[in-house]
Nanobody, 118 residues
Framework: QVQLVESGGGLVQAGGSLRLSCVASISTFGFAMSTMVWHRQAPGKQREVVASISKNRTTNYADSVKGRFTVSRDNFRNTVSLQMNSLKPEDTGVYYC??????????WGQGTQVTVSS
């Protein structure tokens, strides 16, 4: 069973930065062929896509985080990262790592809490 383990969440003041990481327990080939997606869920709200990076390293971002967040991947370490700068209180939520393999499998991490204080 593939496992995704997120790390890097925490409490930060508005304007600060955090870097989230997600490590996947899968073959390096399987990881390299997957699209990796970061989602977040704020209290009382639906889960939303924050950023994604394809196997070809094409990236997409939610409008609310463009210019502040950067998603990247290291296929040698089976890791996807989310660098979050200029954080705002509305960025608060649980951030989830999601792997979508090229054969249609879908895996999720357990989530990591990000709290931005004003």
């Amino acid at each position: 069973q593939v496992q995704l383990v997120e790390s890097g969440g925490g409490l930060v003041q508005a304007g600060g930065s955090l870097r989230l990481s997600c490590v996947a327990s899968i073959s390096t080939f399987g990881f390299a062929m997957s699209t990796m997606v970061w989602h977040r869920q704020a209290p009382g709200k639906q889960r939303e896509v924050v950023a994604s990076i394809s196997k070809n390293r094409t990236t997409n971002y939610a409008d609310s985080v463009k210019g502040r967040f950067t998603v990247s991947r290291d296929n040698f370490r089976n890791t996807v990262s989310l660098q979050m700068n200029s954080l705002k209180p509305e960025d608060t939520g649980v951030y989830y790592c999601n792997m979508r393999t090229d054969i249609g499998d879908d895996y999720w991490g357990q989530g990591t809490q990000v709290t931005v204080s004003s």
